[in-house]
């Protein structure tokens, strides 16, 4: 790289993009034009050599278009802890920045990476717009590794269970994530966390990995380049990443298998809470049920919903959508890949079993 004093923020912007074979932003994700470590310190470098000539009350545009992928790359190797800008702007000796000017930078930084700004609540959330193009905050793969390990594995069983119920998924997720630090409080790390459970995923199953082989290997041979798909840092932190790679592709991969036998045939599992309030019902169902019918029929829909009828009463508990054809004389109901329903019933029954316990 350059020397940053020799260059102006322009000179410094364009050779930045002429080592991606760019020659303009192409709209990609920020962390996906991959700082190296050098880079990410000598851009620190420049913006703290470069800000003392800015109009504090209107910063140039190519010092902003700088700024705004220094501080998604701060996010992505240096955050640890509190949902604030202060961090980034003590990193460049920037003492007082005006919000209206700080907003700006943003507005026209992210403008120029061709990057929205994301909305919280009807406003703008710049800091928000900001640490979600950076990606997961490495940082904190390096100081517990194996509890985020944990918290990805929990998410992946999690995501495989629930994935066609999304706002139930977000919910048990976001309860997952409250021992993390602040950042996973907000709805873009949600985001984040499951794009990364689904890369996973995908991964693992396009690229058959398995867990008695090292899918590292197995994708190093397969593709130089698929860590660049990943929101992590790949320089100096590859082998933090890759260990922590690694344990995900091998768990997600027993996870799948251990779906995928669940997916074999229509099953139901039984656990009584341990308040004793409540009996908790999950049901699997195969990828398709077939039922037979005894006189000619013809569908009116191809798309219909799947109930479960228990008790004495027959009471009717919905499972889920499913997408039906006629094959000689039965009706095939195929059901989303992955799926799984818990039901829970209260009782005055478990209150007496409770007082005798």
Not at 34 to 63: T, V
Not at 77 to 96: F, G
Not at 160 to 184: C, G, M, W, Y
């Amino acid at each position: 790289m350059m020397c940053s004093l020799n260059f102006s923020p322009r000179q410094y912007l364009a050779q930045i993009l002429t080592t991606r074979g760019l020659t303009s932003a192409d709209a990609r994700v920020l962390y996906q034009y991959q700082l190296s470590f050098a880079e990410f310190k000598e851009m620190e470098n420049f913006l703290k050599k470069s800000f003392p000539f800015q109009n504090i009350n209107r910063i140039g545009d190519e010092w902003a278009k700088l700024f705004t992928l220094y501080a998604a790359e701060w996010f992505r190797r240096e955050y640890t802890a509190k949902w604030t800008w202060d961090p980034i702007l003590t990193a460049l000796n920037i003492v007082d920045l005006p919000v209206n000017t700080r907003n700006d930078v943003v507005i026209k930084g992210l403008r120029f990476w061709k990057r929205p700004i994301i909305k919280y609540s009807k406003a703008n959330n710049y800091l928000g717009s900001i640490f979600k193009e950076g990606g997961f905050p490495s940082r904190l793969l390096k100081e517990d590794g194996n509890r985020y390990i944990a918290i990805f594995q929990k998410v992946t069983s999690l995501y495989l269970d629930n994935k066609s119920h999304i706002d139930e998924l977000r919910a048990e997720v976001q309860q997952e994530l409250k021992t993390l630090p602040q950042a996973f409080e907000h709805d873009e790390t949600l985001t984040l966390v499951l794009d990364i459970v689904k890369l996973i995923i995908e991964k693992v199953e396009n690229c058959q990995l398995s867990a008695q082989q090292d899918p590292i290997a197995t994708l190093d041979q397969q593709s130089k380049h698929w860590r660049n798909e990943f929101p992590l840092p790949i320089d100096e932190n590859q082998t933090i990443v890759d260990d922590f790679l690694r344990n995900l592709f091998k768990s997600t991969s027993e996870e799948i298998s251990k779906h995928h036998q669940l997916r074999q045939a229509l099953k139901c599992s039984h656990s009584l809470s341990g308040s004793f309030e409540y009996l908790s019902s999950t049901i699997y169902l195969p990828e398709e049920i077939c039922f037979t019918i005894d006189n000619d029929v013809e569908l009116l829909r191809t798309r219909g919903h799947l109930v479960i009828k228990e008790g004495l009463n027959h009471k009717s508990q919905f499972l889920c959508v499913a997408y039906l054809s006629l094959q000689n004389n039965k009706v095939i109901a195929e059901i989303n890949r992955g799926f799984s329903k818990d039901i829970q019933r209260w009782s005055h029954m478990f209150e007496q079993l409770k007082a005798y316990l």
